[in-house]
């Protein structure tokens, strides 16, 4: 196919319109539920209060902003693709904006910026304080103020919508890729993205992966769970064909989402017994490196490891074949020794690499009919 057909089939990929738009008219649409800004993603609407008032004053100033990014649903909802945060201080300031319990943010109350020092202690209405209220003038300024929608259509392929995502992922907070997933998820299957994000949140995940707040705060548990539910049963001759993980989870994350047949009750209840037996045998030390000469476990949360263990002995609950819970930590630990293990956990080694080789090893040294694993497996 030459360059120019590639260009063309991609352009009929993704649909597109585009059009200046008041503030008035996103905040009604707002209002009236036709534009979902996500609530649900609160990490990325983090800007400082300096930063809010800044957007305030380059409205006020009328300095143009850049355009607002839009996947149109199929029940023709908006999803904001890129934009939360500027229409989320708009609406703050406001006094309309709704958290993800659908409670009322407080207002935005704007700092002395250089160039409007004026601006100090200004609300859009003040009942406390009158003075302090944006005079009425202002306000029809600032509602007749123009904002551009840059509109991706329903008709547009998923993955153009999510190569979308990741390239307007510019600026502010940088979104993790599990982050960026979760904002196609919802475009596809909020009720699928509810059911991922709420697998994390079993005790005994927590209790066993022992992971730290900045991993937490982007997702990064929803991926754990997510590789999960796809690599767990896995069909082995699938694995050397998976290429680039990131891109995999994202394809076989939209297939699952969309495919109304996935038993959803019995991965979960995999998921649960999984990390019940992990936390049983290893608490927080399961997904941690073992120091064979000191004799205990050492440092934080290790992938390579989750990928053999968890998705080891998940499989062997699935089969009936789970060793014993004794038998679980003394293999966990033995891995360490094991070079099928410590060949392909070395940092540089690629995850399409080290997939095909750590998963069967994890099916195998679980498995209760493994009598003879040692250093030589």
């Known amino acids: 196919m030459?360059?120019?057909?590639?260009?063309?089939?991609?352009?009929r990929d993704i649909k597109t319109d585009g059009?200046?738009?008041?503030?008035?008219e996103w905040v009604s649409m707002y209002e009236q539920g036709e534009l979902d800004i996500h609530p649900e993603f609160q990490r990325f609407y983090r800007w400082s209060e300096a930063q809010k008032t800044g957007l305030i004053e380059s409205i006020l100033l009328g300095i143009p902003l850049p355009p607002i990014f839009v996947s149109q649903r199929q029940d023709g909802v908006?999803?904001?693709?890129?934009?939360?945060?500027?229409?989320?201080?708009?609406?703050?300031?406001?006094?309309i904006l709704k958290d993800h319990s659908n409670k009322q943010v407080p207002p935005l109350v704007l700092e002395k910026t250089k160039y409007l020092p004026a601006l100090e202690n200004i609300q859009w209405e003040s009942e406390e304080n009158p003075k302090n209220t944006l005079p009425k003038e202002l306000q029809l300024t600032f509602k007749r103020s123009k904002v551009s929608a840059s509109i991706v259509l329903k008709e547009s392929d998923e993955t153009a919508k999510y190569d979308l995502f990741q390239r307007l992922n510019t600026g502010g907070s940088e979104l993790s890729p599990q982050e960026v997933r979760n904002c196609l998820l919802l475009m596809i299957n909020k009720q699928f993205?509810?059911?991922l994000k709420d697998l994390p949140t079993d005790e005994n995940f927590i209790n066993s992966t022992a992971l730290?707040?900045?991993?937490?705060?982007q997702s990064y548990d929803v991926e754990l769970a997510l590789r999960?539910?796809?690599?767990?049963?896995?069909?082995?001759?699938?694995?050397?064909g998976i290429g680039d993980v990131g891109l995999f989870l994202t394809e076989k994350m939209t297939e699952i989402a969309k495919n109304r047949r996935y038993k959803r009750a019995a991965e979960k209840s995999l998921f649960a017994a999984t990390f019940e037996v992990l936390n049983g045998a290893l608490g927080e030390d399961s997904f941690k490196r073992y120091n064979n000469k000191k004799k205990r476990h050492e440092g934080g949360f290790l992938l390579s490891l989750f990928e053999t263990v968890a998705l080891g002995v998940a499989y062997n609950i699935s089969n009936g074949t789970l060793c014993s819970e004794a038998e679980i930590s003394k293999r966990a630990k033995?891995?360490?020794?094991?070079?099928?293990?410590?060949?392909?956990?070395?940092?540089g080694t690629t995850a399409s690499r080290r997939l095909?080789?750590?998963?069967?090893?994890?099916?195998?040294?679980?498995?209760?009919?493994?009598?003879?694993?040692?250093?030589?497996?």
């Open 228 to 240: 999960f539910i796809i690599l767990s049963e896995i069909p082995e001759g699938q694995l050397k």
């Open 356 to 377: 095909p080789r750590l998963i069967p090893l994890g099916r195998t040294v679980f498995s209760k009919n493994n009598h003879r694993h040692d250093s030589n497996h």
């Open 334 to 347: 033995s891995l360490w020794s094991t070079k099928g293990f410590t060949d392909w956990t070395s940092s």
């Open 193 to 195: 993205f509810d059911w």
């Open 78 to 95: 908006w999803d904001v693709v890129d934009g939360l945060q500027r229409l989320s201080t708009i609406f703050q300031f406001l006094g």
């Open 2 to 11: 030459s360059l120019i057909e590639q260009i063309n089939k991609k352009r």
């Open 212 to 217: 730290s707040d900045r991993p937490l705060e």
């Open 19 to 24: 059009y200046p738009m008041a503030i008035s």
